[in-house]
C-alpha cells in the first residue's frame, strides 16, 4: 500500500479534475486505471485536524486534534489511538511515514510511537521555518528526523519532493527484498507554502512555479509507480494519492485551484473540504471507476482494514467501509447519514448529506474585494464573513452560490436534527471526546 497526501492541493489542480495550465499525466494515468471520487472529502480543512482524520479513521474532534499544530504545541495525536500504520503492523506490514507528520512533535508523539517503522522527514508545516521567503517569521529551526532523531536543519527546500520520493522508493526496495508486505505514508510537504521545485522542474510548467510543484508531484508518483513496476509489485499494491485540505488563497499563484468550489483551505466551503481522490488497485478497483457518491478520508482505515482482514480498533471510530464505492459496485451508496465538516475548535459549520449541503451559521475568513497575493506574499485575509444557516444542492450548484432552504424546509429541520445529534456525540468545543484539552494558543490556521 502507498498512500500519499498532498498538502494544500486544491480539487482542480489536476489533470483529471479539468486542469489545463500545468500537465499531470501520472496521476491522470493512475485515474485511467483505478477509481477517481468527484465528491471525496477531508474531516478539516486544516493540517493536523485533517491529517488526524487520515490516519485514526475518527473525526478529529474525537481524538481531540484540532487546527495545525505549532513548534510550541505541547500536545499531538495520543498513543491509545490506532493509525492505519498499526493496522497494517497487525497484518506483518512494514511501515513507513515519509514526509510531513504534524501530530505532535515530540518523542512521545512521532510516527515511531504511532505503528511506524521508520519516519523520514519534517514534524510539522513547511511554512514553520525561519527561511520562508516570502513570510519570514521568528519560528525555530525546522528539524528534519530520521526516526526520532534530528538529523539535520533544513536550510533548503528545494529538494524536499525529490528526496521524500527516492526515500519512498528505497523503503519499498528494501521491503521487497526482505519479501515483506509495506505500507508507505509518504505526506509531501508540497504544494504547501514556501513553494519549491528542484531544478529540474523549475520553469518546466510554463505556469509558474506553482504548476512546477505540481509537475514535480506528478513525477513522483510516476517514479514510485515505475518502482513497483520494476520490482514485479504493481499488480498487487493499492495506490491511494489525496490531500489533506483545499488551497491557502491567501498566498494568490502560489496557491492551487479549487476548480470554481467556494472558497478554501480553512473554510467548510467546498473549496476547503472538497479534495481530489484517486485509488487504482488492480484486480480490485474496475479500471475508469469514477464514483461521485461522497466519501471522507476517515473510511480510508475501515476499508484498508477490511481489505488487509486486519480488526478495527478497539475504541470507537467514525469512518465507514466503503469498499463497494471503491471497486465500483454497480448501484452502490455513501454509508453515511452525512458527512459533517467541523471547524475552528471543533464547532460543527457545515453537513453534506447526499447531494444537499447545510451550513449551520459560522463566520469564515475570505479575500477582500480585489486584494490578491503577488509572487507568493500573502494577502491578510477577511475574518469577518458569516453565512446563515444555507442550503446549496450540489449537484446543481457546486459553487454554493445559491441558499435554497426556504424551498426545503422539511429537509433543513432534518439535516439540523442530525446536527444536533452530531454535536451531542462528537462535541463542540475545543476539548476532544477522548484526547487531551487544546489550548487556543497551541494551534494555528
Ligand atoms: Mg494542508
Not at 290 to 308: G, H, N
Not at 368 to 380: I, L, M, S, T
Not at 411 to 440: H, I, N, P
Amino acid at each position: 500500500m502507498v498512500l500519499i497526501v498532498a498538502d494544500d492541493l486544491g480539487w482542480g489542480d489536476l489533470g483529471c479534475y479539468g486542469q489545463r495550465k500545468w500537465r499531470t499525466p501520472h496521476l491522470d494515468a493512475l485515474a485511467e486505471r483505478g477509481a477517481r471520487f468527484t465528491d471525496f472529502y477531508v474531516a478539516q480543512p486544516v493540517c493536523s485536524a485533517s491529517r488526524a482524520a487520515i490516519l485514526t479513521g475518527c473525526y478529529p474532534n474525537r481524538v481531540g486534534i484540532q487546527g495545525a499544530l505549532v513548534p510550541s504545541s505541547l500536545h499531538g495525536l495520543a498513543a491509545s489511538e490506532t493509525t492505519l500504520a498499526e493496522v497494517a503492523r497487525s497484518r506483518g506490514y512494514a511501515t513507513a511515514c515519509i514526509g510531513k507528520w504534524h501530530l505532535g512533535w515530540q518523542p512521545q508523539f512521532l510516527p515511531t510511537r504511532q505503528g511506524f517503522d521508520e519516519f523520514f522527514g519534517i514534524p510539522y508545516s513547511n511554512d514553520m521555518w525561519p527561511g520562508h521567503p516570502e513570510n519570514p517569521k521568528d519560528w525555530p529551526a525546522l528539524p528534519l528526523f530520521e526516526g526520532e532523531r534530528v538529523i539535520e536543519f533544513v536550510e533548503d527546500q528545494s529538494e524536499f519532493t525529490a528526496r521524500y520520493t527516492a526515500r519512498a522508493v528505497d523503503f519499498i526496495e528494501r521491503s521487497v527484498a526482505q519479501r515483506r508486505n509495506f505500507f508507505v505514508y509518504l505526506a509531501h510537504p508540497m504544494p504547501h507554502a514556501p513553494l519549491f521545485a528542484s531544478s529540474s522542474f523549475r520553469g518546466r510548467s510554463g505556469a509558474g512555479l506553482y504548476g512546477d510543484v505540481i509537475e514535480e508531484l506528478d513525477a513522483s508518483l510516476g517514479a514510485i509507480d515505475a518502482a513497483l513496476e520494476r520490482l514485479g509489485v504493481a499488480d498487487d499494491t493499492l495506490i491511494v494519492f489525496t490531500s489533506d485540505n483545499g488551497p491557502w488563497l491567501s498566498y494568490g499563484e502560489h496557491a492551487g485551484d479549487t476548480g470554481g468550489l467556494r472558497e478554501g483551505k480553512g473554510t467548510t466551503f467546498e473549496g476547503g473540504v472538497r479534495v481530489p481522490f484517486i485509488a487504482r488497485w488492480p484486480g480490485r478497483i474496475r479500471a475508469g471507476t469514477v464514483v461521485s457518491e461522497p466519501a471522507m478520508t476517515i473510511d480510508l482505515l475501515p476499508t484498508i482494514a477490511r481489505a488487509l482482514d486486519a480488526p478495527l480498533p478497539p475504541l470507537p471510530i467514525d469512518g465507514c467501509d466503503i469498499t463497494a464505492l471503491l471497486t465500483g459496485e454497480p448501484g452502490a451508496r455513501s454509508p453515511h447519514d452525512a458527512l459533517l465538516f467541523h471547524y475552528h475548535a471543533g464547532h460543527l459549520e457545515a453537513l453534506r448529506a447526499g447531494r444537499w449541503k447545510l451550513h449551520l451559521p459560522h463566520s469564515y475568513r475570505t479575500l477582500r474585494e480585489g486584494e490578491r497575493a503577488r509572487d507568493g506574499v500573502p494577502v491578510e485575509y477577511d475574518y469577518g464573513a458569516r453565512i446563515e444557516l444555507s442550503l446549496f444542492d450540489l449537484e446543481d450548484d457546486p459553487g454554493e452560490t445559491r441558499n435554497v432552504a426556504a424551498e426545503h424546509p422539511a429537509l433543513v429541520e432534518r439535516l439540523c436534527a442530525l446536527a444536533e445529534r452530531a454535536v451531542q456525540e462528537l462535541g463542540d468545543g475545543s476539548r476532544g471526546l477522548r484526547g487531551s484539552a487544546v489550548r487556543a494558543a497551541d494551534v494555528a490556521d
